[in-house]
Structures are given as structure tokens and as C-alpha cells.
């Protein structure tokens, strides 16, 4: 896997190169990203992160798309300095004029969130659960009280738990 970003980083700088004339310092690059985001560009540390499990799910247009989206920051930042907007004209002219690719902002690749448990509070009104993280619950164990908006009484553990 780190081998096709890594040609790909490649390619996209070498287009950026004949393009502008000019030579660019390549990046560092890293696949420890996880979450939503399919890569980030670190400007000021030339350095961008990949989400290897974005990757393995959606690897045509990861290496066409996000790959080019991201050195497009970067070459952006080196060529017009630090207070060009992130997806202004600047980074724009770069992803339409070098890279012939629409300039989206965001990626549309599925996300899959992790299960969480919930554990569930109540009080005294009908028909009412209230889901707690983890955090929040462990809160709780700690002393700090929560009350219902509508009744004014303090939730209390069920003792119930869900997976979401």
C-alpha cells in the first residue's frame, strides 16, 4: 500500500515540476490517520497523512483523487505563501490546471464508525432514555449529577447498556 501513495506523491510533484518549471522539496509522508478525514496536509512541516483504511476501501480514486488533493496544498503553500485560503483559487488553479481534476473539497467515501457503548439513564418521565458515553458515565461514577431539562430530577442508571 505505502508504495503506490508514495509513487503516486511522485507523480503528482513531478506534473507540479513540468507545470511550473520549478523544483519542490518532497514531503514526508505518513499513514498514521484514522477517522474521517482521507489525508491532511501539514504545511508548514511539509509533510502529508493518509487514512490506510480509506485507502483499502476506495483505492482508485483515493490514489487519482485525495493523493493529488492533498500535494495540491502543498505545492499551493510553496508557490503562494501562507495566508492563501485552504480550497481558495490558489489550490484550485492547481487541481483543474495541473492535475485536470475537479477541485472537491471533501471527500464521499463511506466512513465506518465504530461501535460505542451507551449506557442508558433515566428519570422520572415516561418513555424517556438518556444514552451516556463512556466519559460521561464515568462522570457519573465520580460524583457529577445530570438532571432531566422537563422534571428537574437527577438521571439515574438503569444499569442497562447498548451498542450503537
Given at each position: 500500500?505505502?508504495?503506490?501513495?508514495?509513487?503516486?506523491?511522485?507523480?503528482?510533484?513531478?506534473?507540479?515540476?513540468?507545470?511550473?518549471?520549478?523544483?519542490?522539496?518532497?514531503?514526508?509522508?505518513?499513514?498514521?490517520?484514522?477517522?474521517?478525514?482521507?489525508?491532511?496536509?501539514?504545511?508548514?512541516?511539509n509533510k502529508l497523512r493518509f487514512n490506510?483504511?480509506?485507502?483499502?476501501?476506495?483505492?482508485d480514486d483515493f490514489l487519482k483523487q485525495?493523493?493529488?488533493?492533498?500535494?495540491?496544498?502543498?505545492?499551493?503553500?510553496?508557490?503562494?505563501?501562507?495566508?492563501?485560503?485552504?480550497?481558495?483559487?490558489?489550490?484550485?488553479?492547481?487541481?483543474?490546471?495541473?492535475?485536470?481534476?475537479?477541485?472537491?473539497?471533501?471527500?464521499?467515501?463511506?466512513?465506518?464508525?465504530?461501535?460505542?457503548?451507551?449506557?442508558?439513564?433515566?428519570?422520572?418521565?415516561?418513555?424517556?432514555?438518556?444514552?451516556?458515553?463512556?466519559?460521561?458515565?464515568?462522570?457519573?461514577?465520580?460524583?457529577?449529577?445530570?438532571?432531566?431539562?422537563?422534571?428537574?430530577?437527577?438521571?439515574?442508571?438503569?444499569?442497562?447498556?447498548?451498542?450503537?
Open positions: 500500500m505505502p508504495e503506490q501513495i508514495h509513487a503516486r506523491v511522485e507523480a503528482c510533484y513531478q506534473q507540479a515540476e513540468a507545470f511550473f518549471k520549478r523544483a519542490f522539496p518532497r514531503p514526508e509522508v505518513s499513514f498514521k490517520l484514522r477517522g474521517q478525514k482521507a489525508g491532511v496536509a501539514h504545511l508548514h512541516e490506510p483504511q480509506l485507502y483499502r476501501e476506495n483505492q485525495t493523493v493529488a488533493h492533498e500535494v495540491a496544498h502543498l505545492i499551493a503553500h510553496q508557490l503562494f505563501g501562507p495566508r492563501i485560503q485552504p480550497h481558495g483559487e490558489e489550490w484550485q488553479l492547481i487541481m483543474r490546471g495541473v492535475y485536470e481534476l475537479p477541485p472537491n473539497r471533501c471527500h464521499t467515501y463511506e466512513v465506518k464508525r465504530r461501535k460505542t457503548t451507551r449506557y442508558l439513564y433515566r428519570c422520572a418521565c415516561p418513555d424517556n432514555d438518556f444514552p451516556f458515553s463512556p466519559q460521561r458515565h464515568a462522570l457519573v461514577a465520580q460524583g457529577r449529577r445530570y438532571y432531566c431539562r422537563r422534571c428537574r430530577v437527577t438521571l439515574v442508571f438503569s444499569g442497562e447498556q447498548r451498542q450503537e
